[in-house]
């Protein structure tokens, strides 16, 4: 097996991380000049992985039935703008981290419910996240600086003093915040937080039995879930939507990030990012189908449908053939071409994906 | 045993008193009392439904007994817990096996490390060198404990997917991980061939001999029982019938009564 180079971290991983840095800081922006790409793709994917990986550590770590990540995202973007509107001397970065941990209370509010309940009846509980808080702001004005329009805008993102408005911009802060996060989830997810995380998923009356407090642990799960779901939907807000309104955080949006973490593989953190890639990717591939191979034949609610029902579908062949996600399918992909060409090393280790 | 004990059997380092329990209407022990004295191999034996099992979940707190009282280390536990009892020092090992499936054979030791870990998960997140410190110490002790096991070729593999005899000396690991001063064994042989059943004995006399482990054990296997424990208690419906050496209760009518039957 592999030696960890820096604690749980492989020469690969190394390799890995510095192989998707120069893709994203170099790679993308040199050849990537479409604005549509930033603003459409990029950005929102940058902010539905993190949410994703806030969604993982509480479902696909801790095992706990979680359905209510948007509730958390509209708690992070709200205070995200009454932050910067009340408080302009946070900053940017003093305010998304504040917001983040104003969306970590709620967590842990209404992760409390996990240690009573489980399963099904959890999911039902934590729904009532994703009502209370959407209907929170829209009940009491004071959330939406008595704005009567509905959409507010988002305020310029100002860091240290330069603004950062362009596409490119943007995405560079969304980067620089998944970059940091992704890697401090990863630090914890393989360290002993992790384990106890998945301790408590995979057998709770062992994992008390060694000492490890399953209060403290659930708690724990849900109040960073928040945290990245917090963060997540604040840079949701105002790199991506660019104005804030409640009906952008509904069920919705809490069932999508919910299939990213299916899709991409329960419990695994480079899979929060295949999953919202495929998920954000999917449409726009079959609307270039729909546009290119049957020249605009086929309407384009139809296409909406037929993407529906290939989700549907993907999920349901998913639960059964490989319910670790596509993080997994690119494992066994990657074990199979290692059997097969023992010898092409240098060629496996230039493909890897971040793990 | 003729050898010389490193660790000579001394006071009483467990006691059950008048411990009564019951589920519903069905009474699973019924005023049982015993004591586990330090450094010692105790052995709980009595035929299937006797309330061995249960007896061990109301030692580690997962039941809670209607009546009567544990005591550990000389002191008595009211509000007994699981968690409570690790931190105490007192670890244990599942009939049908709780491994963490999905986790491999060493993260599943690690997490037995868990009361070694006093970082929290902020200082694991960044990294901090006293977690690199205090993880490096952790995984030191685990890999003893693999090498010890003999399972160091399997360590990175998934608990889920090992046979069960492997899956029963992970559990083991799992808890001589803790460093704990008593250790409860649920059936550690059930299920194992000769050969395999003959390792675990190994490994839990040396762990008792070298480290002075208190191990207290379920088992079915007569001849393993009597070969290794140095006093066996003995339940049958939920009561003590017969408790001493492995030689005294072997010529204790009332267990041979209820092992074998009774004409009525």
């Known amino acids: 097996m592999m030696k960890p180079v820096f604690m749980t971290y492989t020469k690969k991983d190394l390799i890995n991380l510095a192989v998707c840095m120069v893709l994203s800081v170099l790679v993308i922006p040199t050849f990537i000049t479409t604005e549509y790409w930033y603003t459409s793709i990029l950005i929102p994917w940058l902010c539905l992985a993190l949410a994703t990986i806030g969604q993982q550590i509480v479902m696909g770590y801790t095992g706990q039935l979680a359905l209510g990540a948007a509730g958390f995202m509209a708690a992070g973007a709200f205070a995200m703008f009454n932050l910067i509107l009340r408080v302009p001397d946070l900053g940017f970065v003093g305010s998304l981290i504040v917001s983040g941990l104003i969306a970590a209370a709620f967590g842990i509010l209404f992760g409390l419910p996990s240690l009573k309940v489980r399963g099904i009846y959890l999911m039902v509980a934590t729904l009532a996240s994703q009502f209370f808080i959407i209907w929170m702001i829209d009940k009491f004005g004071w959330f939406k600086n008595y704005d009567s329009s509905g959409i507010i805008t988002a305020q310029d993102i100002v860091i240290l003093g330069k603004p950062f408005t362009t596409p490119l911009a943007m995405y560079f802060v969304c980067l620089a915040v998944t970059t940091v996060l992704t890697l401090l989830a990863m630090n914890m997810a393989r360290g002993s937080t992790g384990r106890n995380w998945m301790a408590v998923r995979d057998m709770d009356i062992a994992a008390e039995s060694m000492g490890v407090s399953l209060l403290r642990t659930k708690v724990q799960a849900f109040a960073i879930s928040a945290f990245y779901c917090g963060v997540a939907g604040a840079l949701f807000a105002f790199c991506y939507l660019k104005s804030l309104e409640p009906v952008a955080f509904d069920i919705k949006l809490s069932f999508k990030i919910l299939f990213m973490c299916i899709l991409g593989g329960l419990g695994t953190i480079n899979g929060a990012f295949i999953g919202a890639a495929f998920i954000l990717l999917f449409p726009v591939l079959l609307n270039a189908i729909g546009n290119n191979v049957f020249h605009g034949a086929i309407d384009a609610t139809i296409i909406s449908s037929i993407e529906q029902v290939i989700f549907g579908g993907l999920m349901i062949i998913f639960m059964i053939y490989e319910p670790l996600g596509m993080a997994k399918l690119w494992e066994n992909i990657k074990q199979k071409w290692k059997t097969k060409i023992p010898s092409s090393t240098n060629l496996k280790s230039s493909l890897g994906k971040k793990t | ?264």
């Open chain 2, 1 to 264: 045993m003729a050898i010389e004990r490193k660790f000579k059997i001394g006071k009483p380092i467990l006691e059950v008193k008048n411990i009564s329990l019951s589920f519903g209407g069905v009474k699973a022990i019924t005023d049982t009392s015993f004591d586990v004295l330090e450094h010692e191999v105790r052995a709980i034996i009595g035929p299937n439904g006797a309330g061995k099992s249960s007896m061990l979940n109301c030692i580690n707190g997962i039941y809670k007994p209607q009546e009567g009282t544990v005591s550990f280390k000389g002191k008595e536990i009211p509000n007994i817990t699981p968690n409570l009892m690790a931190q105490m020092g007192l670890s244990r090992t599942f009939q049908n096996l709780a491994l963490f499936k999905r986790m491999s054979v060493l993260d599943n030791i690690l997490v037995g490390r868990k009361l070694h870990t006093k970082t929290n998960f902020l200082e694991v997140a960044f990294q901090l060198p006293k977690v690199k410190k205090e993880e490096k110490i952790n995984r030191e002790r685990s890999e003893e404990i693999i090498s010890f096991l003999e399972i160091e070729d399997i360590k990175d593999t998934p608990v889920g997917k090992l046979p069960y005899g492997l899956q029963k000396k992970v559990e083991l690991g799992r808890a001589l991980a803790t460093d704990s001063s008593v250790i409860l064994l649920d059936e550690p042989m059930a299920g194992m061939n000769v050969e395999e059943k003959r390792d675990m004995c190994r490994f839990i006399l040396k762990v008792n001999d070298e480290l002075g482990t208190t191990m207290v054990l379920i088992e079915h296997d007569m001849g393993v029982v009597m070969d290794i424990s140095d006093r066996v208690v003995v339940l049958d419906y939920g009561k003590v019938i017969g408790d001493g050496t492995p030689d005294e209760v072997r010529s204790n009518q009332k267990v041979i009564d209820a092992y074998l039957g009774v004409e009525h």
